[in-house]
């Protein structure tokens, strides 16, 4: 598939960097993006050899400034109920991707920006970054999913404070009530992203994707079942070659090299 809206780049063995690509719009998503979007990540996911994806938005001035307004003006609502839809796909698809999906917000994430972003495993922004669910604006609720990620992310009495007002947050704000885990410099962004995307693939990939299932579908357990998900994710790891050679490494005081297997 070629992709008009969208950049998929192999930047180094393992590591992804999925770019949305339409800067004279913000990055707004459209029904295209979405789509492009989600047939992006199934690629990844079907890549053994995928180790972690690095999410953001082309240019210098956002992330993704939401849904594409212009698009959305004249949809009925079977085109929104067709739009909704693959705005979902695109989230779960980030999120069932086995391997972490990290943003890294470069500018403005509003809107299905924030949404995007927060249906990744953390957020990396820069001093530029700012957040918000303006949709109130519009005379419409979040959508895609914003009402549900953001109140499980920052807690319920700030999520419901930023999507009834409207009101941006910047990158400081951010990492403060816990949205974003790290702030960086604008020219620092792919940079520090990189740095903990060699990070992820230097890990034992069978363990990384583990801790990526317990955490994601053990939050919405309750706590005995997702301890018992944990266990059985934890066995199953013994019967990988990856888990043997990382404990004798160790005893024998060595690097591990770890095959994915
Ligand atoms: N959609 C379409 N075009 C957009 C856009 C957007 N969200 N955001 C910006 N643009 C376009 C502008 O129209 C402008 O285009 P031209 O006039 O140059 O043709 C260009 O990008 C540059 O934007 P500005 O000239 O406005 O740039 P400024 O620096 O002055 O302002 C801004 C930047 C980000 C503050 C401003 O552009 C802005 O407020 N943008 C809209 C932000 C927003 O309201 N976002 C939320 C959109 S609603 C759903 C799922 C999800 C959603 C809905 C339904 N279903 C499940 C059904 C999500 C809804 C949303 O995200």
């Not at 994601?216 to 019967?239: H, I, K, P, Q, V």
Request: hydrophobic share 50%.
């Amino acid at each position: 598939m070629t992709y008009q809206n969208i950049i998929l780049e192999h930047a180094e063995p393992g590591i992804y960097v999925l770019t949305v690509n339409r800067p004279q719009a913000l990055n707004a998503l459209n029904a295209a993006t979405l789509e492009e979007l989600a047939a992006a990540l199934a690629r990844v996911g079907g890549d053994r050899a995928a180790r972690v994806v690095l999410l953001t938005g082309a240019g210098e001035k956002a992330f993704v400034a939401g849904a594409d307004i212009a698009a959305m003006k004249p949809m009925n609502a079977q085109q929104a109920f067709a739009f909704s839809q693959a705005g979902q796909q695109a989230a779960r698809a980030i999120e069932e991707l086995p391997v972490p999906v990290i943003a890294l917000v470069n500018g403005y994430a509003l809107g299905g920006g924030c949404e995007l972003a927060l249906a990744c495993d953390w957020m990396i922004a820069s001093e530029r970054a700012v957040f918000g669910q303006p949709e109130v604006n519009l005379g419409i609720p979040p959508g895609f999913g914003g009402t549900q990620r953001l109140a499980r992310r920052v807690g319920r009495a700030l999520a419901m404070e930023l999507v009834i007002t409207g009101r941006q947050i910047k990158a400081e704000e951010a990492l403060r009530i816990g949205l974003v885990n790290q702030v960086v410099a604008v020219d620092a962004l792919m940079a520090g992203g990189l740095a903990q995307a060699r990070l992820i693939a230097s890990k034992a990939p069978l363990a990384v994707q583990a801790c990526k299932q317990a955490v994601r579908c053990g939050l919405d357990m309750d706590l005995a079942n997702a301890c018992a998900l944990e266990t059985s994710l934890f066995a199953l790891t013994f019967g990988s070659a990856d888990r043997l050679e990382g404990m004798t490494a160790f005893l024998e005081k060595r690097p591990a090299q770890f095959k994915g297997e």
